[in-house]
T-cell receptor
Framework: EDKVVQSPLSLVVHEGDTVTLNCSYE??????LLWYKQEKKAPTFLFMLTSSGIEKKSGRLSSILDKKELFSILNITATQTGDSAVYLCAVEASSSNYKLTFGKGTLLTVNP | DAGVIQSPRHEVTEMGQEVTLRCKPI?????LFWYRQTMMRGLELLIY????????DSGMPEDRFSAKMPNASFSTLKIQPSEPRDSAVYFC?????????????FGSGTQLSVL
């Protein structure tokens, strides 16, 4: 069974801090890893990673994948209160019929 | 495009009643997914369709749950009879074939409370 584990489960920081969120996975026939941000309701797409070592960047957010060690990290620099959300990691594997398996998420709270 | 549209946004019902959740995927997307989210179990895939055909329903908890996709622009998830343990947020998501990776677009969800 495919497994995705995120850590930490929750994190409280002050505005301006830098945070690193972790996602490790165990799947057969990996295809891609995706990061989503969930604020009030629907998860919204952040990044999709398919190759090791290539950093994806969007403003203050960046993410990288290590397919050898089976993990990904999501970095947020100079955090703002608007970054407060649950960050979800999901993995797609061809062995699971191309379904996405989600981790439980990391709840990030950024205090002013 | 308006994105994935779900209705209703909130549903409160009594145990034993039938519940029907509705979803309109993004036009042109050929995959549709139904997820359930709870604090304990996170996001769980219930069923997904490709070109209106159910591909994998292994996540459907039991026979009380059924899903249909009569055409490319509409899908329903039905629970009959509903039970309090079905209380959760139900998300519909759609995606498009092509390239590596399954980039899902989610609807706003239906918050279901079964009393």
């Amino acid at each position: 069974e495919d497994k995705v584990v995120q850590s930490p489960l929750s994190l409280v920081v002050h505005e301006g801090d830098t945070v690193t969120l972790n996602c490790s996975y165990e799947v057969t026939n990996f295809r891609s890893l995706l990061w989503y941000k969930q604020e009030k309701k629907a998860p919204t797409f952040l990044f999709m990673l398919t190759s090791s070592g290539i950093e994806k960047k969007s403003g203050r957010l960046s993410s990288i994948l290590d397919k050898k060690e089976l993990f990904s990290i999501l970095n947020i620099t100079a955090t703002q209160t608007g970054d407060s959300a649950v960050y979800l990691c999901a993995v797609e594997a061809s062995s699971s019929n191309y379904k996405l398996t989600f981790g439980k998420g990391t709840l990030l709270t950024v205090n002013p | 495009d308006a994105g994935v549209i779900q209705s209703p946004r909130h549903e409160v019902t009594e145990m034993g009643q039938e519940v029907t959740l509705r979803c309109k995927p993004i036009s042109g997307h050929d995959y549709l997914f139904w997820y359930r989210q709870t604090m304990m179990r996170g996001l769980e895939l219930l069923i997904y369709f490709n070109n209106n055909v159910p591909i994998d329903d292994s996540g459907m908890p039991e026979d009380r749950f059924s899903a249909k996709m009569p055409n490319a622009s509409f899908s329903t998830l039905k629970i009959q009879p509903s039970e309090p343990r079905d209380s959760a947020v139900y998300f519909c998501a759609s995606s498009q074939t092509g390239g590596l990776g399954r980039k899902l677009f989610f609807g706003s969800g239906t918050q279901l409370s079964v009393l």
